[in-house]
């Protein structure tokens, strides 16, 4: 079973910035498509970006331009850069591997908590 620590949650002014990091346990890493999701208070969790092994990126609409998603295979280290938050970013913020049933995934770590303040 991947474990799966995720870090760089906060509190932050509308249109500040965070960096998360998400470190994950398996020696599969370099081989899966990682991404983040999110759950804000009464929400379902949402898949916020992907990244595959090599690179490739995909946003949801809410955060085009302003997060940026990369990964460190030799680190199985995955990262979210955002900038420009905004108070609907709020949320607990998740990594895992990313395919088609994520929805079912019964696997996840703790989550990072982002605050954003309007």
């Known amino acids: 079973q991947v474990q799966l620590v995720e870090s760089g949650g906060g509190l932050v002014q509308a249109g500040g910035s965070l960096r998360l990091s998400c470190t994950a346990s398996?020696?599969?890493?370099?081989?899966?498509?990682m991404a983040w999701y999110r759950q804000a208070p009464q929400n379902q969790r949402e898949l916020v970006t992907t990244?595959?092994?090599?690179?490739?990126?995909n946003y949801a609409e809410s955060v085009k331009g302003r997060f940026t998603i990369s990964r460190d295979n030799a680190e199985s280290t995955v990262y979210l850069q955002m900038n420009n938050l905004k108070a609907e970013d709020t949320a607990v913020y998740y990594c895992?591997?990313?395919?088609?049933?994520?929805?079912?995934?019964?696997?996840w770590g703790q989550g990072t908590q982002v605050t954003v303040s309007s």
């Open positions: 398996t020696p599969l890493f370099g081989a899966l498509i």
């Open positions: 990244i595959t092994p090599g690179g490739i990126t």
């Open positions: 895992n591997e990313y395919n088609r049933n994520w929805r079912s995934f019964d696997s």
